[in-house]
């Protein structure tokens, strides 16, 4: 009985992880952000909430320090083609 829970508690938490990695970015971001929304008018200063909210700023695409990240389109289209592509 104990086995058949955790199986099902493990296959649970690894489906919600896998929709979660797949789901767009910008659809992560906007629904970690209701998510917090919703928390914190429960239990305010939730730090489950605060944790959501920091997951709702993350960057919709790529690292957050690449260069094409943080370059205006402008300056993306200025710059040389890198190699490999």
Known sequence: MLES???GL???VATVYAVWALTPAATRN????R????LEQ???GSWLAARLRLLARAP?????NCPSHTAT???RASQPPR???
Not at 30 to 33: N, S, V
Not at 35 to 38: F, G, H, K, N, V
Not at 60 to 64: F, P, V
């Open 83 to 85: 190699e490999g592509r």
């Open 5 to 7: 829970l955790l199986v």
């Open 35 to 38: 998510a917090a929304t919703a």
């Open 10 to 12: 493990i296959v649970t």
């Open 73 to 75: 389109p402008a300056e």
């Open 60 to 64: 919709a695409g790529g690292c957050a």
């Open 42 to 44: 429960r239990r305010p």
């Open 30 to 33: 906007r629904l970690a952000l």
